[in-house]
């Protein structure tokens, strides 16, 4: 069963400060997976995609790694924004299958 | 290029009713999917739909929800005899094509309160 798990759940942090989330997966087999940022009553946003190959990406101050031997991603912000504060979603899809699986999000919150 | 559209973005109905909600994908696209995202839940997969055909409902409950993407007009999510369990927020989102890497674009959501 595909099962995405996400730390922490929630993170305070001042603005201009930098922070690091983490996702841990089980998926078979593996196609990508993606990190996605949710505004408080919005859809999801897509931030960064990535396949088996690839261990890292950017996406301006958000900087995703991906391990696919210890199925572990991480989603690194680098000089927060107040508009960062929302929450961030980590999800994988498996090949030949046309569903996500979505962690249930780390609420981040930056602080003035 | 509109983004996804959802409407009605908030809809209230009493236990017992039909709710009927909508989803415009983004143009050029004709793979919909719908999930619900539960409070303090991840989203759910529910349906998979293409023009005319339901592709995967396999996350959809068995009894009293259905849904369809008609030729012609928006693709419909409909729940009749609500219960107060069906409130959530339920997000449609749509894809060009069929390899699984496709970005999915997501709408901005209908929140469903049953009373």
């Known amino acids: 069963k595909n099962q995405v798990e996400q730390s922490p759940q929630s993170l305070i942090i001042l603005e201009g400060k930098n922070c690091t989330l983490q996702?841990?997966?089980?998926?078979?087999?593996?196609?990508?997976l993606r990190w996605y940022k949710q505004d408080t009553g919005r859809g999801p946003v897509s931030l960064t995609i990535?396949?088996?190959?690839?261990n890292t990406k950017s996406n301006g101050r958000y900087t995703a790694t991906l391990d696919a031997d210890t199925k572990q991603s991480s989603l690194h912000i680098t000089a927060s924004q107040l508009s960062d504060s929302a929450s961030y979603i980590c999800?994988?899809?498996?090949?030949?299958?046309?569903?996500?699986?979505f962690g249930k999000g780390t609420m981040l919150l930056v602080s003035p | 290029n509109a983004g996804v559209m959802q409407n009605p973005r908030h809809l209230v109905r009493r236990r017992g009713q039909e709710a009927r909600l909508r989803c415009s994908p983004m143009?050029?696209?004709?793979?919909v999917y719908w999930y619900r995202q539960l409070p303090e839940e991840g989203l759910k997969f529910m349906v998979y739909?293409?023009?005319?055909?339901?592709?995967?409902e396999s996350g959809m409950p068995k009894e009293r929800f259905s849904a369809e993407f008609p030729k012609e007009g928006p693709s419909i999510l409909r729940i009749q005899q609500v219960v107060r369990g069906d409130s959530a927020a339920y997000f449609c989102?749509?894809?060009?094509?069929?390899?699984?890497?496709?970005?999915?674009?997501f709408g901005p959501g209908t929140r469903l309160t049953v009373l």
């Open positions: 996702c841990n997966y089980t998926v078979s087999p593996f196609s990508n």
């Open positions: 999800v994988v899809s498996a090949i030949g299958y046309s569903t996500l699986t």
């Open positions: 989102a749509s894809s060009p094509g069929t390899n699984s890497y496709n970005e999915q674009f």
């Open positions: 739909l293409q023009k005319e055909n339901i592709i995967d």
């Open positions: 143009k050029g696209h004709s793979h």
């Open positions: 990535m396949t088996f190959s690839e």
